[in-house]
């Protein structure tokens, strides 16, 4: 991910399991290196999206919503240095009845199984 050259290449690494916040042996994320402002912006979102799974989990589902299949695809699939996706971090820090809704979004667009 430090090196995707085009917001193709990011999301596809995403949608495959790609650790969002790694750092390389510099201490950088790819948010720090990414040069690509449709990128970095995704980045932020992403990282916005982990904030909110361990804090205000009522704006996660509001905030997908906005994204395009792709795009929530690569979301959903994404981990972070935990090794957690969206979903498994919302489950470990989120009441029931937000994880409940965050569920049911991606089975709705057919994002989970």
Do not use: C, W
């Amino acid at each position: 991910m430090h090196v995707a050259a085009n917001m193709g290449i990011m999301t596809s690494l995403m949608k495959h399991g790609a650790i969002y916040n790694i750092k390389n042996k510099k201490g950088e994320t790819p948010l720090d290196l990414s040069k690509d402002k449709i990128i970095s912006s995704f980045l932020i979102l992403t990282h916005e999206l982990f904030n909110a799974s361990e804090s205000d989990g009522e704006i996660i589902v509001q905030k997908l919503s906005k994204l395009t299949r792709d795009e929530t695809v690569a979301i959903a699939n994404v981990q972070n240095v935990q090794g957690n996706t969206l979903l498994q971090n919302a489950t470990l820090n989120q009441p029931p009845g937000i994880v409940k809704n965050l569920r049911k979004f991606l089975l709705e667009k057919k994002i989970i199984l």
